[in-house]
C-alpha cells in the first residue's frame, strides 16, 4: 500500500482540481490554488520530480480528477515472457504505456508491442487490472489503473523502438532488472501463472 502522505496529496490534488473546475467565486478559487499548491510541496518533498514538472502536470489535468490508465502487454514465447529495455532507467518491463485517445485496451496493446519491440501481436486475454497504489511501485503523483493484456505473436522481428534500448525474453526463475514504475515481481509472476493455467481468474485491484 502506498503510504498515507501520497494518499493525502493525492486527495487534495483531486479536490482543488474540482474546486478549481466548477468555482467561480474568487475566494474559494484562491483558496483551491492555495490547496493545489499544498499538494505539489507534498509531492516534491518526498520525491525526486521537482515542483516545476508536478506543477506542469497538474495544470495539464482538468475537470474531474480520475484514474490514469497504463496499458501493458503480456507476450510469451517458449514458456518466457517478452520485456523490453526502456531508455529512461535501463531497467526491463512488459511493452506499454499510457492509454491513447481514441483507442482500445486491446488496440493500444498491441500498438505497443510493435513500436517498442517490433513484433506483430494479437490481444487475447485480459490478465488483470491493477491499482498502482496497492503494489510496490514507488510515489507517483498519479493515481494509475494498470491494465494486463495477453498478447499473442502472429509476425515481426525484434527490434528496437523509440523509447527501448533491448528486446528478449526471459524465464520465470531468470527475470532481469526490473522498471518497478512500470511493473513489479509479482505482477510479472502473475502473468505466469495465467501461462502455467489459461483458467486463472482475472485480478483486479
Not at 37 to 54: A, G, Q, W, Y
Not at 78 to 89: A, F, P
Amino acid at each position: 500500500m502506498e503510504p498515507k502522505w501520497l494518499e493525502w496529496a493525492k486527495q487534495l490534488r483531486s479536490i482543488a482540481q474540482a474546486g478549481l473546475t466548477y468555482s467561480k467565486d474568487v475566494y474559494d478559487l484562491e483558496r483551491f490554488e492555495l490547496i493545489k499548491n499544498i499538494s505539489i510541496e507534498m509531492l516534491s518533498l518526498h520525491t525526486d520530480v521537482s515542483k516545476t514538472v508536478i506543477r506542469d502536470l497538474f495544470d495539464n489535468e482538468t475537470g474531474y480528477a480520475t484514474p490514469k490508465v497504463d496499458i501493458r502487454s503480456v507476450v510469451f514465447q517458449d514458456n518466457k515472457i517478452l520485456m523490453v529495455r526502456e531508455n529512461t532507467d535501463g531497467n526491463w518491463s512488459l511493452p506499454g504505456g499510457w492509454g491513447d485517445i481514441g483507442l482500445t485496451p486491446s488496440e493500444v496493446a498491441v500498438k505497443e508491442v510493435k513500436e517498442e519491440s517490433g513484433f506483430d501481436v494479437e490481444a487475447i486475454k485480459l490478465i488483470g487490472v491493477f491499482d498502482k497504489k496497492c503494489h510496490p511501485h514507488p510515489p507517483s503523483p498519479y493515481h494509475v489503473y494498470k491494465i494486463f493484456i495477453q498478447c499473442e505473436i502472429t509476425g515481426g522481428q525484434p527490434r528496437e523502438g523509440i523509447e527501448t534500448c533491448a528486446v528478449d525474453f526471459f524465464a520465470e526463475n531468470n527475470l532481469p532488472s526490473l522498471s518497478i514504475p512500470r511493473n513489479t515481481e509479482s505482477q510479472i509472476k502473475l502473468a505466469f501463472k495465467h501461462l502455467h493455467n489459461p483458467q486463472e481468474p482475472v485480478y483486479f485491484d
